[in-house]
C-alpha cells in the first residue's frame, strides 16, 4: 500500500525503496548535494521540504531539506519515516567556539547538548541526545578518506540562532541575562559547535529506532567573530560536507539492513 507524506508532497512508490536521507536546512543546497549522485531529479518542493533523489553505486539516496530548527526538521524526519526512509544524516553548516577548530573544517556529531524545545517532545531532558554509531563511523570514514581536516565531538542545538548561540550581530544587539556567557561556558565543557537541528533529531531518531548522524561544515570561528568569514570559505565547507555526506550515505545504504 502506498503511503503518503502530507507536508513533504512525497509518497512511497516515490522514493524507490530508498532508506537513507541526507538532510540540509536549506532547500537551495538540496540540488547541490544531489548533483554527486547519478540520475538526480526533483521528486517535490512544498514549503520548506524540497527532496531530490539520486543513485549511486547502485543504490538510491533521497535528498530532503528540513528548514531551519527542530520543529522544522521533525515534521520532515517523522514524515520520511513513515513513508520508509529509515536512515538519517543531517548535512549542515555550523560555528565553531573551539579554537582548534578551523573555518572550512567539518564537525562529525557524536551527540547534542537539547538547548532546542522540540526533542522535549520525544523523551525527558535527561534523555541523552546521541548520534548512531554506524552513522557517526561511516561520515568518519568517509571524511578520512577524502582528507579533509575534520573534528568530532559535541554540538550545540539552539531554538534560535542569534540570542540562543549568544549573538549580539542580532537587531537590537540583547541577549538575555540568563544566556550571556553561555558561548564560554559551553566551550569550556568542550563542545565543539553551535547549530540548531542535531540534538532533535538524534533525540527522536534513537526514541523511534532510526539511525542518525550529523556533519557540518564551519562556515565561521565564533572564538574570533559572529560573522561568515568568507563566501570561498563557505563555498568549499559546503562543498566538502555534501560529498562526505554523499559517501557515507551510499556506504550505508549498501551495507545496512532497513531498521524494521
Known amino acids: ?54 543513485e ?28 520508509g526512509l529509515r536512515t538519517f544524516i543531517r548535512v549542515g553548516t555550523t560555528g565553531s567556539i573551539q579554537e582548534h577548530i578551523e573555518v572550512g573544517d567539518l564537525v562529525i556529531s557524536n551527540a547534542a547538548v537539547r538547548l532546542d524545545g522540540a526533542s522535549k ?36 542545538s539552539t531554538d534560535t540562532f542569534y540570542q540562543g548561540q549568544e549573538r549580539y550581530d542580532s537587531y537590537t544587539g540583547f541577549v538575555p541575562e540568563h544566556l550571556r556567557g553561555s558561548r564560554a561556558e559551553w566551550q569550556a565543557l568542550k563542545v565543539a559547535n553551535f547549530e540548531m537541528e542535531s540534538a532533535t533529531l538524534f533525540t527522536m531518531c534513537s526514541t523511534m529506532g ?6 557540518c561544515g564551519a562556515v565561521a570561528k565564533r572564538t574570533v567573530g559572529e560573522k561568515v568569514m568568507s563566501r570561498e570559505a563557505f563555498k568549499k ?24
Not at 543504490?59 to 520532515?76: A, F, I, W
Not at 535527561?126 to 568518519?140: F, G, K, M, Q, R
Not at 562543498?239 to 531498521?259: C, D, R, W
Open 121 to 156: 517532545s520525544f523523551a525527558p531532558i535527561e534523555y541523552p541526545a546521541v548520534s548512531d554509531i554506524t552513522v557517526t563511523n561511516a561520515l568518519i570514514k568517509a571524511a578520512s578518506e577524502m582528507q579533509v581536516r575534520f573534528h568530532v565531538g559535541i554540538t550545540a
Open 210 to 215: 532510526l539511525r542518525a548522524g550529523t556533519v
Open 237 to 260: 565547507a559546503e562543498e566538502e560536507t555534501a560529498l562526505v555526506a554523499v559517501n557515507a550515505a551510499v556506504a550505508l545504504a549498501s551495507a545496512l539492513q532497513p531498521v524494521e
Open 1 to 54: 500500500m502506498t503511503k503518503h507524506a502530507h507536508h513533504l508532497q512525497l509518497d512511497s512508490s516515490m522514493i524507490e525503496g530508498a532508506t537513507v536521507a541526507l538532510l540540509p536546512g536549506d532547500p537551495g543546497r538540496v540540488p547541490l548535494i544531489a548533483a554527486y549522485l547519478d540520475n538526480s531529479k526533483e521528486l517535490a518542493f512544498a514549503r520548506e521540504f524540497r527532496s531530490f533523489l539520486g
Open 56 to 83: 549511486k553505486n547502485g543504490v538510491k539516496v533521497l535528498v530532503t531539506s528540513t528548514g531551519c530548527g527542530g520543529p522544522s526538521l521533525s515534521v520532515c524526519v517523522e514524515e520520511l519515516a513513515q513513508i
